[in-house]
């Protein structure tokens, strides 16, 4: 009686074990490749989500993959361990929009002839930049200006894509002049003339002129300066010279013998 029982547990013991080598679990696929699609005018960009992707007839360009060309048409994306899928794109729309641009003092404004839903792309080094600044619905978009020129493409959005961008420059406004050097004073050391004063703020740096020309080529840190004794009359002119690389108007001194 004991001896089947046994016989019974081993039986169960070894299909138990042949079942457990046998049945295995099912590989996990690999992930798809992740990335957005995006067509503005001839050009289509690729921007990744994950490393390593690749695609069919596209090239790298900053950290994006680019591929110009006008039709529509359909391509594979491979991601960084091999999995592909296939994507399409549609045809470029045609024309781009037309645009009055109007420079304001601390803005520029632009408005389209047509309404309709308009985004606005960084343009920087000759190329676009597929990530929008904003997007506008109407006629009438808004830029500020800062210290520095700007360049933006504006497109019109046609249902999936983006038409050609219409390229439109911000000038920058113009900075806040610093406040001149005060209390320009000189001495007479044997045949050196030392020019000393003080400046608005410390942010400030400093030209140096005589009788119109200027003496330092770079805006100088130090509040002093020392130049050869002149043997006329001499007009010193100081500026102020901001970050912005703004000049104040000049604080002026005159040397008599």
Do not use: Q
Not at 8 to 36: Q, T
Not at 184 to 200: A, E, M, N, S, T
Request: aromatic content about 10%.
């Amino acid at each position: 009686m004991i001896c089947w029982r046994f016989k019974i547990l081993y039986l169960l013991l070894k299909f138990g074990l042949i079942l457990s080598c046998g049945i295995k679990k099912p590989p996990k696929p690999l992930p798809p490749p992740e990335y957005e699609l995006k067509r503005i005018g001839s050009k289509v960009y690729l921007i990744p989500k994950t490393k390593g992707l690749k695609a069919e007839g596209f090239v790298p360009k900053d950290g994006f993959l680019v591929r110009d060309d006008p039709s529509r048409f359909c391509f594979k994306v491979s991601g960084p361990k091999g999995r592909e899928i296939l994507s399409c794109v549609e045809e470029a729309g045609a024309g781009r929009p037309s645009l009055e641009v109007e420079v304001k003092d601390d803005r520029v404004e632009i408005i389209a002839k047509e309404m309709g839903t308009y985004r606005l792309y960084p343009y920087r080094d000759g190329r676009l930049i597929p990530k929008p600044l904003a997007e506008v619905r109407g006629r009438k978009m808004e830029i500020k200006r800062g210290l520095k020129p700007k360049i933006v493409g504006v497109t019109k959005v046609m249902g999936r894509v983006d038409s050609e961008p219409t390229i439109v420059e911000i000038p920058p406004v113009e900075p806040p002049r610093p406040a001149p050097p005060e209390d320009v004073r000189y001495v007479v050391r044997g045949d050196k003339l030392f020019l000393y004063w003080w400046g608005p703020d410390d942010e400030v740096r400093f030209l140096v002129y005589k009788n119109g020309k200027l003496l330092t080529t770079e805006p100088i840190v130090s509040n002093y300066y020392v130049d050869e004794l002149p043997k006329r009359e001499t007009v010193y002119e100081i500026v102020s010279v901001n970050s912005a690389g703004a000049k104040s108007e000049p604080a002026r001194i005159v040397y008599r013998p």
